[in-house]
């Protein structure tokens, strides 16, 4: 299984990236997905999780109305596009995959079986 995350970069604060994960190896449509991130000296923090399905999407608060997370089953990826971005923003941004069928917790690193590789979003004030 590869996830490969990619659409990182240098941005300056209120613009806007768009974050993308294309996953193979595995039945992507089994598959809920989530997006998380790491800054410097913090821990994981979780970012928005979409459902297998694309019916349910969920939202760290910290970016509820900024950031919006899709995906496309025919084309194995998911996105996260982030608008009106800020410094707190900055961190590595992983995707990471669930594999759909038990209890689903989105906010929770350890509901994913799957990691990406991460990619690098820093955001100058």
């Known amino acids: 299984v590869q996830l490969q995350a990619s659409g990182g970069g240098l941005v300056q604060a209120g613009g806007s990236l768009r974050l993308s994960c294309a996953a193979s190896?595995?039945?992507?449509?089994?598959?809920?997905m989530g997006w998380f991130r790491q800054a410097p000296g913090k821990e994981r923090e979780f970012v928005a999780a979409?459902?297998?399905?694309?019916?349910?999407?969920y939202y760290a608060d910290s970016v509820k109305a900024r950031f919006t997370i899709s995906r496309d089953n025919a084309k194995n990826t998911v996105y996260l596009q982030m608008n009106s971005l800020k410094p707190e923003d900055t961190a590595i941004y992983y995707c990471?995959?669930?594999?759909?069928?038990?209890?689903?917790?989105?906010?929770?690193?350890?509901?994913?079986?799957?990691w990406g590789q991460g990619t690098q979003v820093t955001v100058s004030s």
């Open positions: 979409i459902s297998w399905s694309g019916g349910s999407t």
């Open positions: 990471a995959a669930d594999r759909s069928g038990g209890s689903y917790y989105p906010q929770f690193s350890g509901s994913y079986h799957y």
């Open positions: 190896g595995l039945t992507f449509s089994n598959y809920n």
